[in-house]
Nanobody
Framework: QVQLVESGGGLVQAGGSLRLSCTASGSIFSIDVMGWYRQAPGKQRELVAVIRSDGITNYADSVKGRFTISRNNDNAKKTVVLQMNSLRPIDTAVYYC??????????WGQGTQVTVSS
């Protein structure tokens, strides 16, 4: 099992910044992809950004140039960080951390609310 603990959500004005962090613990061996998804009210959950163990990243078109994903592959824990700049009201959503292991097992965090006011 993998446990994911998220932090960093909150309320910010349009144009502001937030930093989301997610730490994975437990059976973290062979975690491959770490990333963030979001779900706005009445909408489907969508990919925001992911980063592979080799450092390759993928971003949703809507966040390219504004968000940056990074990760720390410490032996005892793995952390993925999403730096969000130039936030817009449309970025308002619950953000979920997600990890995918090489086995195919995947895990979700509990979600953290990000609210951007206009």
């Amino acid at each position: 099992q993998v446990q994911l603990v998220e932090s960093g959500g909150g309320l910010v004005q349009a144009g502001g910044s937030l930093r989301l962090s997610c730490t994975a613990s437990g059976s973290i061996f062979s975690i491959d992809v770490m990333g963030w998804y979001r779900q706005a009210p009445g909408k489907q959950r969508e990919l925001v950004a992911v980063i592979r163990s080799d450092g390759i990243t993928n971003y949703a078109d809507s966040v390219k140039g504004r968000f940056t994903i990074s990760r720390n592959n410490d032996n005892a824990k793995k952390t993925v960080v999403l730096q969000m700049n130039s936030l817009r009201p449309i970025d308002t959503a619950v953000y979920y951390c997600h990890v995918l292991k090489r086995s195919g097992d995947n895990y979700w965090g509990q979600g953290t609310q990000v609210t951007v006011s206009s």
